[in-house]
Each structure stands twice: as C-alpha cells, then as structure tokens.
C-alpha cells in the first residue's frame, strides 16, 4: 500500500467518524427539541386548566 493510499483511507476513516459525531448530535438536539415541546405543551395544558378553574370558581 503506498503513502498516497494510507493518506486517503485516514481521510475517509476522519470523514466518517466525522458524519457519525454529527449525526449523534443531530439525534440529541432533536431529542432535545422534542422534550421542550412536550414540556411546552403541558405547561399550556396547566395554565389552561388554571384559567378554566378561576374562572368557574368566580361567580361575582
């Protein structure tokens, strides 16, 4: 094997390490993404039921 192909294999060993690390971190900020949503979402769904109870509860 000569110096030029050791070079392109190292190349292409750094390139896909390189796509697996990003890939990694696409997941996480999706995952990450996906729980604010859920967290979002529950906190509109607490406030709505606040909202609902003071006004039932007020009869003025």
Not at 19 to 43: F, P
């Amino acid at each position: 094997m000569g110096m030029a192909d050791q070079f392109k294999d190292k190349a292409q060993e750094l390139a896909d390490q390189a796509k697996k690390a990003a890939g990694g971190a696409k997941d996480e900020a999706s995952e990450r993404g996906s729980e604010a949503q859920d967290k979002q979402e529950k906190m509109r769904e607490e406030g709505e039921r606040a909202r609902d109870e003071g006004q039932d509860g007020f009869k003025g």
